[in-house]
């Protein structure tokens, strides 16, 4: 198929294209070479672009509802299957449209996801190493064993969310002033060096969690279960 002069394909080499707006809606684009494309407002509702690689692609306001960015890949010459998921690494998400959108493993160090929408997602695994999460709503949001190393989630939603880990998610210098932490289950999380000014853990699970060097300024503890397993009765630390 053609769109805008471009021939849309899996595997297909897309470096820099220019498919802003275009309709891409449910078309095969696994595998393909999508890095520093321009998708801005582009549909990509139910696009497979598993293994595609997104990186420095700007998806500025697009609409990757129910697209599939992750998925299994038959090895070549053998029955064996393996998992690949989309390459968004440094990839531009602002205002985009996740609804129904797979994120488990998703490879999306240093996106920029200011103010998306990723209530009740599940972003298990995935690679958030220096996303910009500013704003953003993860209220729900499944982030077991997900690296958030300097991750920015200034001001985020993460009421209810699931950070916990195999061995813990790794928030290691993640921004987390004013986040709403509240219920969030953060048992066994490295939290070392992290900033939790004026965040609300209250009521949140912080047992066993690394909470070295915190910064707890002003931040909310009532109820919160503490690393050592006891709980805080009220207020800040």
């Known amino acids: 198929m053609n769109v805008n002069g471009y021939e849309i394909k899996p595997q297909a080499k897309l470096a820099g294209a220019n498919l802003a707006g275009a309709n891409l809606n449910y078309l095969d684009l696994s ?5 520093h494309a321009n998708l801005t407002g582009a549909n ?16 500025e306001d697009a609409n990757l509802e129910d697209a599939i960015l992750f998925g299994e ?7 064996h299957q393996y998992s690949i998921s989309a390459n968004l ?6 205002r985009a449209n996740l609804n129904g959108a797979n994120l488990a493993h998703a490879k999306l160090e240093d996106a920029n996801l200011e103010g998306a929408d990723l209530t009740g997602k599940n972003l298990e695994g995935a690679n958030l190493l220096g996303a910009n999460l500013t704003r953003s709503n993860l209220t729900g949001a499944n982030l077991t064993g997900a690296c958030l190393f300097s991750a920015n989630l200034t001001g985020a939603n993460l009421e209810g969310a699931d950070l916990t880990r195999l061995e813990g998610a790794n928030l290691c210098e993640a921004d987390l002033t004013d986040a709403n932490l509240k219920g969030a289950n953060l ?21 066993g969690a690394d909470l070295s ?3 707890l300024t002003d931040a909310n503890l009532t109820g919160a279960t503490l690393p050592d397993g006891s709980t805080h009765k009220y207020g800040p630390a």
């Open 187 to 207: 048992q066994g999380a490295y939290l070392k060096v992290t900033d939790l000014a004026g965040a609300n853990p209250e009521d949140a699970n912080l047992q």
């Open 73 to 79: 890949v038959k090895k070549r010459l053998s029955s």
């Open 31 to 35: 595998g393909a070479n999508l890095t």
């Open 44 to 59: 990509l509702i139910g696009t497979k672009l598993a293994g595609a690689d997104l990186t420095g692609a700007n998806l």
């Open 89 to 94: 690494t440094r990839a531009n998400l602002t």
């Open 213 to 215: 060097y915190e910064d």
